[in-house]
């Protein structure tokens, strides 16, 4: 495929990113844009510079790069959460001149995201619950906050090959044989991956908490305060 159809294939999944954040009304206050901000940073740093990549050949990599899509999704919303991880690792694969891989990484992460923000905001409703004492010792809460952690890592287990089959195939120009078996050992990799960055963002949602909510800058906290 030609680079300036993927360029524009990128542009129109980063257009479609775009219209439904506004569907769904997300309001983007200067500090939530602040943290989403830093949090891409930080996803694109995690990728960049603390991963093994192209495992077995394949183009996938080790990396702890979701871990802030998912933290972001909890500590804020999904779709903040969704542009966090979608920004700062869509703009990781086009640094390192990959602009194909850019067009699914936008969208996998993205509905990380939305699928971590459902789980922790709207199942689990985080918002409203405290560890009773401290957060290792409540085990309920610890469940819940590793389950909205895990949910969307755990879809991008499937998303993942999935969309990665299509984007080799019919982006790359690889065969149906060899498309399937990277699919293949990309779901291997990114249920690795998903793992990892569970234990990563239960780990800083349960440090960076309630720092946030004293400095009132998660939504939940603003709205206790005023």
Excluded at 194 to 209: D, G, H, I, N, P
Excluded at 218 to 224: H, I, K, S, T
């Amino acid at each position: 495929m030609q680079p300036s159809t993927i360029w524009f294939l990128f542009f129109c999944v980063v257009a479609l990113t775009l219209v439904f954040a506004a569907l769904t009304r997300t309001r983007f206050t200067v500090q939530k844009i602040a943290v989403i901000g830093v949090m891409a940073a930080l996803s694109f740093v995690a990728y960049e510079f603390f991963r093994i990549p192209n495992v077995l050949g394949t183009g996938s990599s080790f990396h702890l790069g979701n871990t802030f899509t998912a933290l972001t999704a909890m500590l804020l919303d999904g779709v903040s959460g969704g542009l966090a991880g979608a920004i700062g690792l869509s703009l990781a694969d086009i640094v390192a001149g990959d602009p194909g891989y850019a067009v699914t990484t936008f969208l996998l992460k993205f509905i990380i995201g939305l699928v971590c923000g459902a789980a922790s905001h709207r199942l689990f409703r985080l918002d409203d619950r405290k560890p009773a004492g401290k957060a290792l010792a409540d085990w309920r809460y610890l469940s819940m906050v590793t389950g909205s952690a895990f949910s969307g890592l755990l879809v991008n287990v499937f998303t993942d090959p999935f969309l990665g089959y299509f984007r080799n195939r019919y982006i790359f120009g690889q065969d149906v044989e060899l498309a399937s078996v990277v699919a293949k050992v990309a779901s291997g990799v990114t249920l690795v991956n998903s793992l990892l960055s569970t234990a990563c963002a239960v780990a800083l949602y349960l440090a960076l908490r309630p720092a946030l909510e004293k400095a009132r800058l998660l939504p939940g906290a603003r709205r206790m305060h005023a």
